[in-house]
């Protein structure tokens, strides 16, 4: 169906939608951004996720306080991030380069540099998202029974020795959990890049989602950017399957 023309008439076009989108430059330049993104990201917060949780879980003076400081990121919309790290990214009025220039740095053009740009969303993903990952496996730790530990101290084992063969086992329900939601998330990110750099500049963090959308309501052509919704449905359902097969016989 033609939106500009609903009278036209419609014909069946089998898969075309779908030739015309996996042919499309932009949509290849999307999907290599989009994994890149993807594969940093969640990379990146599940080791820093792992070190707050493990921090977390320790029986320290103010640690409530503490946890509720560590989980404030997430709990803020992602627009509102977005529009709040546009401003600190400014180049030449941003907090971040003031900082920068008092230390006797040049900042960069954070948002407007193609070097750059991808690298400054990801910090901002970063900052936002961790805390996530950090409560889900915060949740996991605190679910492991105390007599484990106890056990394999008495054994001799150490601190390293107790994470590698206790903590780690027991926690890859969690750490699946955690890496799927989070998976998901990062690979159809739309709100934060797109109030930060609307996809740009050049293209350089203009993720399938972002694509997909101006594909959608700036050039107009809703079937081959449906037919691309739904190739990024399938290949979320495909990672959490290969995620899932994974570690089935270990959970």
């Known amino acids: 169906m033609n939106i500009l023309n609903p009278e036209a008439s419609v014909s069946f076009v089998g898969l075309e939608n779908y030739s015309t989108i996996l042919r499309d430059v932009g949509f290849s330049r999307s999907l290599v951004t989009t994994s890149t993104f993807t594969i ?4 990146v917060e599940f080791l820093l996720g792992l070190s707050l949780s493990l921090a977390l879980n ?3 003076r103010g640690k409530n306080a503490f946890r ?3 989980l404030f990121p997430v709990m803020i919309a992602p627009v509102a991030v977005g529009i709040v790290w546009r401003w600190m990214f400014v180049d030449q009025y941003g907090i971040i380069n003031f900082v920068l220039e008092n230390l006797g740095i040049n900042g960069p053009l954070w948002l407007s540099d193609p070097s750059v740009a991808l ?8 900052w936002q998202n961790t805390p996530f990952m950090a409560l889900i496996l915060l949740a996991g730790l605190q679910a492991i029974p105390r007599d484990l530990y106890e056990a394999v101290n008495m054994d001799g084992a150490s601190r ?3 994470t590698r063969y206790v903590t780690l086992p027991m926690l890859r329900s969690a750490i699946l959990i ?4 989070r998976t998901i998330d990062a ?12 996809g740009g500049p050049g293209g350089a963090t203009g993720v399938l989602s972002i694509f997909i959308y101006k594909m959608a309501f700036y050039s107009i052509r809703i079937e081959p950017a449906t037919a691309g919704s739904w190739i990024m449905v399938l290949m979320m359902l495909a990672l ?12």
């Open 160 to 162: 390293w020795q107790s």
């Open 187 to 198: 690979f159809t990110v739309f709100d934060t890049i797109y109030v930060l750099t609307g």
């Open 178 to 181: 955690a890496l799927i939601i």
């Open 68 to 70: 509720v400081l560590v």
């Open 119 to 126: 690298l400054s969303v990801m910090l901002v993903d970063i």
């Open 240 to 251: 959490s399957l290969i995620y899932a097969y994974s570690t089935r016989s270990k959970l």
């Open 58 to 60: 320790q029986e320290l």
């Open 40 to 43: 940093a990201v969640v990379s």
